[in-house]
């Protein structure tokens, strides 16, 4: 069932425009990246470079695909509730017998099966190098699980956004205003006792930062994971009690 | 008989606004109940309550004996629901839209095609099935919204107007599409159409402010041989009665009668023996049907002029 429901999802969203149109120019603007970082790279002499190549790509173009997979996720989110209340077509599975767990899982693995591509960019720009100089594998494939993650996380709030209101254009709205909460919210640190770091915590800069550097922290992922599933947990409360109101 | 749905004091409040109160209906196997009533009666949110889409306030609905509240899964494997607006994907075609829907309703993959060519067979969508849902026109999407309705032949169906849209030929064949489901499954409808409520249902239940007004099992045919007269203002009306193929008259004020007539007896006979009888006719129009009349005395504005 889930799998019935994820599938027209992804269908649903590669017959739109909306999925290319922002691979392509996601990887327009990677590309510009990639060529900023090689050049600057290569004009450095060995004893001005700071950091190794994979580690100039990491933060900088995995960096730049995770703002770009913030601002994705809500757009391609959007019809997956929200347009389908606007439509009526919510109807077919509010009286299909199915539960509201499997609606919001087949639901987000649609739309993780939507933005996994985009994760995946970053890492086939990368593979261009191959051959021609070092990439540390391992480091490529944590940066590639950490903004996997992030992205698995802005689906999530999407979802729920989505969820919140019947104006697809509106669930955009409060999902970036979410999203740019999470990713502000590290700021407020200084303004917090030093010890407290609440603030830089919940931030998911912060979290996706280890990733590139190509630690897999265990804290890290947790992170990940939980504000996912709290998201989505929201989501399902959101459409359980539609039926209410 | 076997009661596929039971309400019992069904109540639906959004904020302040009742939009249902203490309904209270029966639906037995074979059975074709229509539900009429006025804009904002409460037919859509009864229907909607019956689908499982929104939650009762308070009461109880049963499909097939299962509490629809408390085991809404299994409750919902014997429903087929119409909504309002028919619940399509603009970006699917017609074929891969029904087997999603089939995938909803637990269908097992094998029979899943055949199912699919009969709901289709039965809607008059054979030469569609490849057609983008978004390229359909207003009366073909109604057509696929009871496609899905009936795919996975469910016991209880419910349909929110499903003539919405579509053309003479087509409500006629819905009709006799009707008639056929009601053999096996009980059926429930909302319409404002009169006359296609009296050709299908067997049984008629009038929604007005939230209430059901009025519940009754229509006759297959009723043998109304009832006339509406306008006699001039000097008309000395108690001779009526005394004509001789009058079986009943009764005033409904303003010089205007209600005549029942003999079987056997025609508007010509009627107008000649008032003639006779030396009563100035004005007007002479057959009365509308049982329905209609109750309908409109119901709601209250049942014409006086």
């Known amino acids: 069932m889930i799998g019935a429901i994820a599938g027209r999802e992804v269908r649903g969203g590669l017959v739109t425009p909306l999925p290319w149109v922002l691979l392509g120019l996601g990887q327009v603007a990677l590309a510009w990246v990639f060529l900023q970082v090689i050049e600057d790279f290569s004009g450095l002499t060995a004893d001005e470079r700071v950091a190794s190549l994979t580690q100039e790509m990491a933060l900088n173009l995995f960096g730049l695909a995770a703002v ?76 590639t699980l950490g903004l996997w993650l992030s992205a698995m996380m802005f689906c999530a709030i999407g979802l729920y956004a989505s969820s919140l209101t019947a104006q697809p254009g509106a669930s955009v709205l409060v999902a970036f205003g979410l999203l740019l909460l999470f990713s502000v919210v590290g700021r407020a640190e200084s303004l917090a006792a030093e010890s407290l770091s609440l603030f830089g915590w919940l931030s998911w800069n912060e979290h996706l930062l280890w990733f590139l550097l190509g630690a897999v922290r265990l804290s890290d992922l947790a992170y ?22 | ?85 028919p619940p399509l994907y603009p970006e699917l075609r017609v074929d891969e839209y029904l087997t999603f829907c089939a995938r909803l309703h637990h269908l097992p993959r094998r029979r899943t095609a055949a199912a699919v060519e009969e709901a289709k067979a039965r809607c008059g969508l054979e030469d569609s099935g490849r057609r983008l849902i978004a390229k359909l026109s207003k009366g073909f999407r109604q057509r696929l919204g009871i496609a899905q309705a009936i795919l996975h032949s469910p016991r209880v169906l419910i349909l929110d107007e499903p003539t919405e849209g579509l053309d003479p030929l087509q409500m006629r064949e819905l009709r006799r599409l009707i008639r056929e489901l009601a053999r096996d499954c009980g059926l429930i409808f909302s319409s404002h159409l009169l006359p296609e409520v009296q050709a299908v249902c067997d049984r008629v239940a009038i929604l007005h402010q939230g209430r059901i007004q009025f519940d ?38 303003g010089d205007r009668y209600r005549i029942d007539l003999d079987a056997a007896a025609s508007s010509a006979d009627l107008a000649r023996e008032i003639m006779q009888a030396d009563l100035a006719l004005y007007e002479l129009v057959p009365e509308r049907s049982d329905l209609e009349r109750v309908f409109f005395d119901l709601i209250g504005v049942e014409d006086r002029a």
């Open chain 1, 68 to 143: 770009i997979a913030m601002l994705a996720a809500p757009l391609l989110a959007m019809r997956m509730l929200s347009g389908e209340f606007r439509d009526g077509s919510f109807e077919l599975i509010g009286a299909a017998p199915i539960r509201l767990g499997q609606v919001v899982t087949g639901k987000f693995l649609g739309l993780v099966a939507l933005v996994t591509p985009l994760c995946l960019l970053p890492a086939a720009n990368l593979m261009l190098l191959n051959g021609a100089t070092a990439i540390d594998a391992g480091q490529v494939t944590a940066a």
């Open chain 2, 216 to 253: 009754t099992e229509l006759a297959a045919d009723q043998p109304a041989n009832s006339w509406r007269i306008r006699l001039g203002p000097s008309a000395n009306a108690g001779r009526l009665m005394d004509l001789p193929q009058v079986l009943g008259a009764a005033a409904l004020g």
């Open chain 2, 1 to 85: 008989m076997e009661t596929l749905v039971r309400v019992t004091d069904l109540s639906r409040r959004f904020g302040g606004h009742l939009a249902l109160s203490e309904v209270n209906l029966c639906l037995d196997k074979g059975e074709v109940l229509g539900l009429l009533g006025p804009n904002g009666a409460g037919k859509t949110t009864c229907l909607r309550l019956l689908g499982g889409v929104l939650a009762p306030s308070s009461g109880r609905i049963e499909i097939g004996g299962i509490d629809l509240a408390q085991r809404p899964i299994e409750a919902k494997r014997h429903l087929g629901y119409l909504p309002e607006r």
């Open chain 1, 224 to 245: 990940f994971i939980l504000f996912t599933g709290l998201f989505l947990a929201l989501t399902h409360r959101r459409l359980a009690n539609r039926r209410l109101q």
